[in-house]
């Protein structure tokens, strides 16, 4: 489908309205998105940024994210996105003006690597080589110690009861402080509850309830996963982490093989986890891995032949749901929304076609690459969309070949099979080739769980970030902001306080503007038609930058 849309010059920012399947009309041959790959120094104190048009009276508190900041120590490189140290980004707003500051988080990855100048603590896809300077025996029987699992949290940071974690996808969790962005304590959740890891976006209700989702060692030495709850601040402030529970189980459809767990699905009553055909072969990871000298990245392989298998449970009481849903394969990172409708779960996802794992293309060698490079490797990955999946609660044999979906407003489709199986058929939502709508978020205050109309997120063109996308999931209108030679990251939604609809408020970027006087810059839009309403300009370079959370 062409271009059916309206261009508004609106200086500086460029935004228009368009279909579903807008193509991109932005082409990057000056490379300038190699720098947001480079290594930077934190800060000894706040910058000030210079502010055009009026910062919002009602940003009282923080921006915060987190991404690598450090992408080689000494002579050894890491060679993943996943694999640079976690930088922690803060902006403060008060009184109209903004500062940014930034510090690397002291993982003992990060704090080990500095000391001795190399890497240490293998990476997701970089190995740690033992150290040169041991003789050879020493050497030989270190390669036999064990997997020792990094901390390096650079994917996002949320609240726990009062506190604050800096995040990745192992056990382990870094507690920080928000202010001084000083690191405060490790936490290994393995001591509280029985999981391998959890992933990097929890869902957090209302009273600050929060729940995760990682694999685990079910029943009969078979692996599953785990939804964990950590409850909210306690009255005798002693720390909900420990009070953590597990609350109800998934099967795995492999006895060794879990499939990569990037996030869930919640809605009201229900957890929604999606099984995918990329797996992470434990055996591999646990054998081969400290004698061949082997990555994260080594021990994923893709069932070809799974499709994608869709589980549902009840949250309270924990109860899972024994049916088979299943759908054809695709990878799966970021769920954008779950919620009930007239006895159906409709949920909203981030999809990329086919079974092979996204994240063989995110190697920092591919995305440094020049920029027809960038977009040949890009050809040959799976193909981005943005998927509804409804899933029928009420489930009944006799109805074989019937859609069981009734919902008038989608086109998602599930049929009963002579197996006993239902097969899913999504409603595409948006779809661009090679242009993913990713990174979503929507008004999550208000809407989380709940029917809703707009989503947020950050357009990705061949792997490399360089748009503000808004998406209608009722009618596919979508809306763009997007400049020449800047590259944003992940939109956040803040309401305005007395805001009644659903996109009453703003959305916070920060961009990567290599050639500009100012290279980076934190910049607000009107969510309504991401429309600009102010831009913070830093004198420095600003890494690419992953997750984060608007603290007021």
Request: hydrophobic share 35%; glycine share 6%.
């Amino acid at each position: 489908m062409g271009f059916l849309f309206m261009v508004r010059h609106d200086w500086p920012g460029e935004r228009f309205t368009a279909q579903i399947g807008v193509t991109n009309r932005f082409e990057h041959p000056a490379g300038g998105y190699k720098k947001i790959f480079e290594t930077c120094e934190e800060l000894s104190e706040a910058l000030p940024a210079t502010v055009t048009g009026l910062i919002p009276t009602f940003l009282k508190g923080s921006l915060l994210r987190l991404g690598p900041g450090l992408f080689e120590v000494g002579d050894e490189p890491f060679y993943h996105l996943f694999d640079g140290q976690a930088l922690m980004h803060k902006f403060d707003f008060k009184n109209g003006q903004v500062t940014y500051y930034r510090k690397f988080v002291r993982t003992d990855a990060y704090v080990r690597a500095i000391t001795e100048k190399r890497v240490v603590i293998t990476e997701f896809g970089t190995f740690a080589y033992p150290d040169p300077c041991k003789n050879i025996f020493s050497r030989f029987f270190s390669y036999f110690k064990g997997v020792e699992v990094t901390d390096n949290c650079l994917v996002n940071v949320y609240p726990v009861g009062e506190d604050y974690y800096a995040v990745t996808e192992t056990n382990y969790m870094t507690k920080v402080n928000t202010d001084t962005l000083e690191t405060l304590k490790k936490v290994d959740m393995c001591n509280y509850v029985n999981i391998n890891g959890v992933t990097a976006h929890p869902h957090i209700e209302r009273d600050g309830t929060v729940y995760n989702i990682g694999n685990c060692m079910g029943k009969g030495a078979t692996l599953a996963y785990n939804i964990v709850k950590t409850p909210p601040t306690q009255k005798d402030k002693s720390d909900p982490i420990e009070k953590s529970k597990v609350v109800v189980q998934f099967p795995s459809a492999e006895r060794f093989k879990p499939s990569y767990v990037h996030s869930f699905g919640m809605s009201e009553n229900y957890f929604v986890f999606v099984e995918t055909p990329v797996k992470i072969n434990l055996l591999k990871f646990l054998s081969a891995w400290s004698i061949r000298g082997s990555n994260y990245m080594d021990c994923f392989e893709s069932n070809e032949s799974q499709g994608t298998l869709f589980h549902i449970a009840k949250k309270d009481p924990g109860e899972y749901i024994d049916h088979k849903f299943k759908g054809a394969p695709i990878g799966m990172f970021h769920h954008i929304n779950t919620y009930e409708d007239n006895g159906f779960i409709v949920f909203d996802l981030c999809a990329w076609k086919g079974f092979e794992f996204v994240y063989n293309y995110l190697w920092l060698a591919n995305l440094r690459a020049n920029w027809e490079e960038v977009k040949k490797a890009a050809m040959m990955a799976p193909q981005p969309e943005v998927r509804r999946y409804v899933i029928p609660l009420d489930v009944h044999k006799e109805e074989q070949g019937k859609n069981l979906v009734s919902l008038p407003y989608t086109t998602a489709t599930a049929v009963m099979h002579a197996d006993g199986t239902i097969w899913l058929e999504p409603e595409v939502l948006f779809s661009g080739p090679r242009q993913a709508f990713e990174f979503p978020q929507i008004n999550y205050e208000r809407y989380a769980g709940k029917n809703y109309t707009y989503s947020y997120g950050l357009g990705l063109n061949h792997f490399i970030p360089d748009r503000i996308c808004k998406l209608n999931v009722k009618t596919k209108e979508t809306w763009v902001w997007q400049e020449p030679d800047s590259y944003p990251s992940e939109p956040l939604f803040v309401q305005t306080p007395d805001g009644i609809d659903e996109d009453d408020g703003v959305l916070l970027t920060i961009v990567a503007a290599p050639g500009s006087t100012r290279p980076a810059y934190l910049l607000i839009l009107n969510a309504k038609d991401l429309s600009e309403v102010a831009r913070a300009e830093v004198e420095c370079s600003i890494p690419v930058t992953f997750h984060g959370m608007y603290k007021p």
